[in-house]
């Protein structure tokens, strides 16, 4: 008895002293959440349950910053998403998701930021893992969050670390996500107190040559052989910053005619431009990707047209970025040059990335 009671009190003393509170569970009943009208509250290998066809469930009354989020989700074979939203605001969130037909494939479990309802996983191909789950019964997903990073656990075995959360809010709403149905149980929410507020600074990048800022314009509804590079001119601009990696995720800074939808979205474009000044003719080397199109353009004249988006070269094409995977040598004249790229989107990720050597 005094074994069981000291352990008791050793437990407690550990949680005050690192503002942890306990799991708290969430009950699957809808007094606790708003889901979306044809998900399904019901009885299931006795535990209450919650079945999402699609979209998004979110815990009524309840703001999350740092702590944990855990929650039961039901072994699924068929080609289906299931997973974790977290710091939900502005409709910017976190998100952790599990490709449940993906079983110890490299792309089993997936971090993304939502920009604008717009999710982008094809920008984060470095956030993905290749786990295995159980094929029947019940699976754990686990996210730790603290500030800016996160640490994340398949059945108690921890399958990814992401150093930097992407949409570098600091607190929102927490719930679930599935498409194309998957049930979910034991959703559970603990609180850690830490004083010390997130690190938004950037760290410095080690290639000198990454393009860091763009000027965008707003985003414009997309028609194939419509656009004119003489309108590009007149449009405001907006200057905006890369991540670290010289990653532009566009969607984090301008918001879609239509998203949340993935390919049933209507495409849409921005323009982003770079001015680049030389002190003599010369060649200077343009690495770059993109998702989903783009065309590129050095003073006035079309150079690059390409499409990236996702299946568009083949069932397992992925369109993932990587800022060498196209190369064009820039033929600049002496002065003031411009690069304008108009990158065009559907979904999965609006993003473009260059360097200039």
């Known amino acids: 008895m005094t074994k069981i009671l000291f352990s008791i009190i050793l437990l407690l003393s550990l ?17 606790k959440w708003n889901v979306p009208k044809d998900a399904l509250f019901e009885n299931f290998d006795n535990r209450e349950t919650l079945v999402l066809k699609k979209g998004r469930a979110t815990v009524k009354n309840l703001s999350f910053t740092n702590g944990t989020i855990e929650v039961d989700i039901y072994a699924n074979p068929k080609r289906s998403f299931a997973g974790i939203n977290f710091r939900e605001h502005n409709n910017h969130l976190e998100e952790v998701y599990m490709r449940m037909h993906k079983s110890n494939q490299v792309d089993a479990v997936q971090y ?39 640490e994340i656990f398949v059945n108690n075995t921890r399958v990814m670390t992401v150093g930097k959360l992407k949409t570098e809010q600091y607190q929102g709403g927490v719930g679930l996500w599935a498409l194309f149905g998957n049930r ?45 590079f003489s309108s590009f001119a007149k449009e405001e601009y907006t200057s905006v910053s890369t991540e670290e990696s010289g990653l532009l995720p566009i969607s984090k800074y301008v918001k ?14 921005i323009v982003a431009t770079k001015t680049i000044e030389s002190e003599n003719n010369e060649t200077r080397l343009f690495s ?28 397992q094409h992925t369109g993932h970025v990587d800022i060498n995977t196209n190369k064009l040598y820039l033929e600049l004249e002496k002065g003031i040059n411009n690069i304008h790229c108009v990158v065009i989107d559907k979904a999965n990720g609006w993003g473009l990335i260059g360097k200039l050597e």
């Open 256 to 269: 879609k005619s239509s998203a949340g939808s993935f390919e049933q979205n209507k495409e849409d474009y």
């Open 184 to 228: 979910f149980s034991n959703f559970k929410v603990s609180h850690r107190n830490i004083d010390q507020k997130p690190d938004l600074a950037k760290p410095a990048n080690g290639d000198p040559n990454i393009i860091t800022s763009w000027k965008i314009t707003t985003s414009f509804p997309y028609e194939e052989n419509k656009l004119n």
């Open 288 to 315: 770059f990707d993109y998702s989903d199109k783009i065309m590129v353009y050095l003073n006035g004249k079309l150079i690059f047209k390409g499409n990236n988006a996702f299946r568009a070269k083949g069932i």
């Open 112 to 150: 993304t930021p939502m920009f604008n309802n717009e999710s982008n996983w094809q920008l984060y191909r470095e956030h993905q893992a290749k786990v295995p789950f159980r094929d029947t019964g019940w699976n754990t997903l686990r996210v730790e969050v603290r500030n800016q990073s996160a």
């Open 15 to 31: 949680q005050i002293a690192f503002g942890q509170s306990s799991l708290q569970k969430i009950d699957m009943i809808p007094a």
